[in-house]
């Protein structure tokens, strides 16, 4: 079993920044991979960005809609990954629910953080 505890978040006003961190815990996991999505009411959840595990390879992914605005980073010590999101827009504001798919294929997820942009 995997916990995530996921913090930041909160409301900004378009242009501004965020950082968003979620930290995995639990007895005898080892990530696959591990990052963020979101979801908006009506919609289904969509990629944010992932960063891929010590071993398992890859590289990370970014959804369409933050590159060049959204940075992933990982800190494989402390099981923990932080998103820096800046260049917000209006558009960004959803629920962020951080993820990790472990190496056993099993799907965990955070229970979710709002981010709201709005002047």
């Not at 959204?70 to 209006?90: C, E, G, H």
């Not at 990790?100 to 955070?110: N, P, R």
Request: aromatic share 10%; with cysteine.
């Amino acid at each position: 079993q995997v916990q995530l505890v996921e913090s930041g978040g909160g409301l900004v006003q378009p242009g501004g920044s965020l950082r968003l961190s979620c930290a995995a815990s639990g007895s005898s996991f080892s990530i696959y991979r591990m990052g963020w999505y979101r979801q908006t009411p009506g919609k289904e959840r969509e990629l944010v960005a992932v960063v891929p595990g010590i071993t398992s390879g890859g590289t990370i992914n970014y959804g369409d809609s933050v590159k060049g605005r959204f940075t992933i980073s990982r800190d494989n010590a402390k099981n923990t990954v932080t998103l820096q999101m800046n260049m917000l827009k209006p558009e960004d504001t959803a629920v962020y629910y951080c993820h990790v798919l472990t190496t056993g294929y099993a799907d965990y997820w955070g229970q979710g953080t709002q981010v709201t942009v709005s002047s």
